[in-house]
């Protein structure tokens, strides 16, 4: 039996943040202590999304407009609000630079406007599925796929 079973326990009412606890740290090769605190710190950053959406806003003000979806950091995913002036009959969308993108890196659209034909270019990568129109308040999703180096719609 291992001396761990030997502890008191307590209840959660009786911990805090400045306790500590007991790990194997691998990079120091070495048992050692961590804040409580600084474990849910890591913690977090384990279970965020690796998608988490970064949101870029576009109020195209006239037909034939072009976006280019960049991303504030390589392989993060976009939120894409556009709020065009009006209903146009033709955009384009370009997505992030294939060189850049991720596997599991998603684009999510957004249009309070239609658009009669939209282009959704993939900037050196295959787009599948992607919408060839808008209508008001229409929406699509696409994901990366860095085996096939594609982009894929999922919704």
């Not at 576009?58 to 504030?72: D, M, Q, R």
């Not at 008001?136 to 990366?144: I, Q, T």
């Amino acid at each position: 039996m291992s001396s761990i079973d030997k502890l008191s326990r307590v209840s959660s009412a009786d911990v805090n943040g400045g306790d500590l606890l007991a790990i194997y740290a691998s990079g120091i090769g070495n048992d050692a202590a961590i804040a409580l605190s600084a474990f849910v710190t890591w913690l977090q950053t384990q279970l965020t999304p690796a998608g988490a959406f970064q949101t870029q806003y576009s109020a195209p003000n006239a037909t034939g407009f072009s976006v280019a979806i960049n991303p504030t950091e390589q392989g993060g995913s976009v939120y894409l609000l556009l709020t065009p002036t009006a209903g146009y009959a033709a955009g384009t969308i370009t997505l992030p630079l294939q060189a850049y993108c991720v596997d599991g890196q998603e684009v999510l659209v957004s249009c309070t406007q239609s658009v009669t034909t939209l282009t959704v270019s993939g900037n050196g990568s295959t787009v599948n599925g992607a919408p060839t129109t808008l209508a008001a308040n229409g929406f699509f999703r696409l994901r990366f796929d860095g085996v096939l180096q594609a982009w894929y719609r999922i919704g």
